[in-house]
Every structure is written in structure tokens, then in C-alpha cells.
Nanobody
């Protein structure tokens, strides 16, 4: 049906930068809001940033000024550029997108999730 595949995670040192990518594929009619969530050990999954089709974005307070979300509608891809990474950014990052599938268009947009990509910030 619809799949979201993430890439770009890894192990970096404090102060480093990292760029995450998430590409949607499958039976897609349209994509509404896309975003990134993260879940650190012992914590609940929380919104990091989101962006609508027109480019309007919002961010969690903890990442404002450090992270930038963007999207390429033609490529069905959302990005998260992360800078000045610190230990509190260590988490599994999940891509999210509200997608109307050609398989079940009558349902309208439904939330889809990527498999998660690990970001570890450590010295």
C-alpha cells in the first residue's frame, strides 16, 4: 500500500549535524502534512517538527533554531536538517505523513509512519 522509508540516522558527536530523509512510496494520491517525531529511552514519542504542503512548519521548543524541516513534494520526501546536536537529541526518529491512498481514497488522509531511524549523540 503505502510505505515511508527513513535514512540518515547514525552516531555523531555533540555539536555535529545530521540530515534525515523520509520518502513515501506506494499507492499514493496525495500527501498532506509530513513531520518528524522522536522517542528517547523511557520517554513517549513526541513531535519534533511538521510541515504542510505549502511549506508552513512548526517545531518543538527544544529544537527551534537548531532543526529545519523541509519537503520536496515532487519527490514525496521530507527532510530534517539537524544542527548543534546534543545528548538530549538522542532518540529513535520517526517520519510521519498524512496520506490519501489510491487504494482507499474514500478514507481520506490517514497517518502513516516510517520504521524509525536511530540518532545517537555521544562523545
Amino acid at each position: 500500500q503505502v510505505q515511508l522509508v527513513e535514512s540518515g540516522g547514525g552516531l555523531v558527536q555533540p555539536g555535529a549535524s545530521l540530515r534525515l530523509s523520509c520518502t513515501a512510496s506506494g499507492l499514493i494520491w496525495s500527501i498532506d502534512t509530513m513531520g518528524w517525531y522522536r522517542q528517547a529511552p523511557g520517554k513517549e514519542r513526541a513531535l519534533v517538527a511538521s510541515i504542510n504542503p505549502g511549506g508552513r512548519s512548526k517545531y518543538a521548543d527544544s529544537v527551534k533554531g537548531r532543526f529545519t524541516i523541509s519537503r520536496d513534494n515532487g519527490k514525496k520526501t521530507v527532510y530534517l536538517q539537524m544542527t548543534s546536536l546534543n545528548a538530549e537529541d538522542t532518540a529513535v526518529y520517526y517520519c510521519n505523513a498524512d496520506i490519501t491512498s489510491t487504494d482507499i481514497p474514500e478514507y481520506g488522509p490517514l497517518p502513516y509512519w516510517g520504521q524509525g531511524t536511530q540518532v545517537t549523540v555521544s562523545s
